[in-house]
């Protein structure tokens, strides 16, 4: 029987494999659910008028749609510094590392790695 789990709580991918001490970013895959959340939120309409004729133009915030999709996909961290001083994990400091190429290259590569073990029906969670 196959068992799955909606509550999508996240998996720890660890900057040093052999020591989880070092840090690691816990990470969750955007579902379908939560990214029509984010279209709703970042798309509006707007009626424009262009030579007589009526049209609906749809207008998408893309800098609050990196910010909702950041915020949701990084879940947690674990000894994540800026300027050797530990930070929490918040909206505004997941901003600011996402920023670093170093971090969002780890966090991209790490979701790839997520989302193509789900895809292949694999179990990656280290909740």
């Keep these: ?3 799955f789990d909606p509550k999508n709580l996240g998996t720890w991918f660890y900057f040093d494999d052999e020591d989880e001490e070092y840090g690691g970013v816990c ?3 955007l579902p379908p659910s939560e990214s029509a959340k984010i279209n709703s939120k970042i798309t509006h309409k707007k009626d424009k008028f ?3 004729v009526h049209f609906v133009e749809e207008i998408t915030d893309d800098k609050l749609a990196a910010r909702l999709m950041w915020d949701y996909i990084i ?3 674990k000894n994540v ?3 050797d ?3 929490e994990c ?5 901003l600011k590392l996402i920023d670093d190429p170093n971090f969002s290259n780890f966090v991209i590569k790490s979701t790839e790695a997520l989302r193509e ?3 292949s029906g694999n179990n990656l969670a280290k909740n």
Excluded at 90 to 94: A, G, P, R
């Design 1 to 3: 029987m196959a068992n």
């Design 27 to 29: 990470l969750r895959v």
């Design 50 to 52: 262009k030579s007589g």
């Design 75 to 77: 879940v947690d961290w």
């Design 81 to 83: 510094c800026i300027d």
């Design 85 to 87: 001083k530990e930070i």
């Design 90 to 94: 918040n909206l505004e400091n997941k």
């Design 117 to 119: 073990n789900i895809d």
